[in-house]
């Protein structure tokens, strides 16, 4: 009888030490668990503080840089006001030939019907060159409006440098009804005709989807 109480004693003190052990291993667990919380937090925390560490040096310098572009506008103020003289002087002067400009468009007319009645010499122009897309969207700035100097059914013309080249680059509405084959005929034909009243294809660019453009001399 006593060997049998002693081995219930024994029994209870095994469970106890077993829940004992169960409820330590918990709390390092809960302990491990906050620790690698806490861990993570402070790695959150340099990581906010190193990103406002540069958008502080970003905004620092973007404020030297706008005080120098002012610095720079009030230095060229002067020469802007010549250049807006000058544009002035130059719209004077395309408003004056506004009836050679027609006379021309006339002409090209003229030279598209020869062209389908077959009269028109036409030779092969290996010089034509296809330029990349990014290059066309660089040169035109985006196609911003201050380089628009006119718009039609087809789309925009721009006036910009490109490749140390002062050209005309007509952006093509992707919306207006011209097809591939139709742009593709547009520019084996402009890039092979040879007349002083045309102004000469220097290339083309093609985009992603129907972003389109011919570039002129």
């Known amino acids: 009888r006593q060997n049998a109480q002693l081995q219930r004693d024994l029994s209870a003190a095994q469970q106890e030490r077993e829940h004992q052990q169960r409820e330590w291993d918990r709390q390092r667990q809960e302990h491990e668990d906050i620790v690698a919380q806490l861990q993570e937090t402070n790695a959150e925390l340099e990581r906010v ?44 002067v395309a408003l004056r030939d506004k009836d050679e400009l ?77 097809t591939m084959e139709s742009f593709e005929s547009e520019v084996a034909t402009l890039g092979r005709l040879r007349n002083r009243r045309i102004v000469p294809l220097v290339g083309y660019s093609v985009g992603d989807d129907r972003a389109r453009c011919l570039v002129y001399k």
């Open 49 to 92: 503080h190193a990103s406002e560490q540069l958008l502080v040096a970003h905004l620092r310098q973007a404020l030297a840089d706008s005080e120098q572009r002012v610095d720079q506008w009030k230095q060229t103020h002067g020469q802007l006001q010549a250049e807006r003289d000058q544009m002035t002087y130059q719209l004077t």
């Open 102 to 178: 027609t006379l021309r468009l006339a002409e090209k007319d003229q030279l598209i019907s020869q062209l389908r009645q077959g009269r028109l010499l036409a030779q092969a122009d290996t010089a034509i060159q296809c330029f990349e897309w990014p290059e066309i969207v660089q040169a035109t700035d985006s196609f911003s409006p201050r380089l628009k100097v006119g718009e039609g059914g087809q789309g925009a013309v721009f006036i910009t440098l490109l490749r140390e080249m002062h050209v005309a680059i007509k952006v093509l509405d992707p919306n207006a009804p011209w």
